[in-house]
Every structure is written in structure tokens, then in C-alpha cells.
């Protein structure tokens, strides 16, 4: 099962999409920190160190995933479309529980905000 250049563009195009979220993510932090009254810039970095935490153990989680699967598991459109669908909600299990683990007040925020959402 030999995928070769595929993983080589796989990984290219995941780190380009990566670090421009990351970029985003700054961008957008320094335009919030202008719009919030008394968010400081410690707030600010311990808030973004958190994510990159659960961020990063999230990929590591992903990248292992892929390099098992390349390795075990099945080739063509459908394995594919398998591989989405363990992918996904191991992403996000990962991140949520890592975000929980740096204690991400993002993260209860994100779960108020599903929470209110799910009663109506």
C-alpha cells in the first residue's frame, strides 16, 4: 500500500493550511484585543498558547492516524471516505479533551454555546 508523493502533498498542503489559520488566528486576536475593553495581551497569549496546545495534540493525533491508516488500512475513494469519518470526530475529541486539560476557558464558552443552541 505504497501512497508515496500523495503523503508528501497531504502533509504540504495540511502545514500550508495550518499556518495560515495560525496567521488568522493572530490577525484576528490583535483586532479583538482593540474592540474588548481590558483583554490584555498576557490574556491574549495565554489564551492562543492554550489552543497550540490542544491544537498541536490534535495534529499529532491525526498524523498518526494517517500514517496508520496509509499503512493498514483501505485503499481507493472508499477507504478514503472511511478515514474521514474516523478522522473527524477523533479531531475534535482530541482537541476538546486537550483544551480541557490546559483548562481553555474557550472551551466552556464553545460548550455554553452548544448547550443553549440544543435546548431551543
Excluded: N, Q
Excluded at 73 to 89: M, R, S, W, Y
Amino acid at each position: 500500500m505504497a501512497h508515496g508523493h500523495s503523503d508528501v502533498g497531504v502533509a504540504l498542503l495540511t502545514g500550508a493550511v495550518s499556518v495560515t489559520v495560525l496567521m488568522e488566528v493572530v490577525w484576528l486576536s490583535l483586532i479583538l484585543r482593540g474592540r474588548v475593553a481590558g483583554l490584555s495581551l498576557r490574556d491574549l497569549g495565554r489564551s492562543i498558547l492554550r489552543t497550540l496546545a490542544a491544537s498541536g495534540a490534535m495534529g499529532v493525533a491525526l498524523l498518526a492516524l494517517l500514517y496508520l491508516w496509509r499503512r493498514f488500512g483501505p485503499d481507493g475513494v472508499g477507504g478514503d471516505a472511511l478515514l474521514l469519518l474516523v478522522a473527524l470526530p477523533l479531531g475534535v475529541a482530541v482537541y476538546a479533551g486537550w483544551a480541557y486539560i490546559v483548562d481553555a476557558p474557550e472551551l466552556a464558552t464553545a460548550w455554553a454555546i452548544v448547550h443553549t443552541r440544543l435546548r431551543r
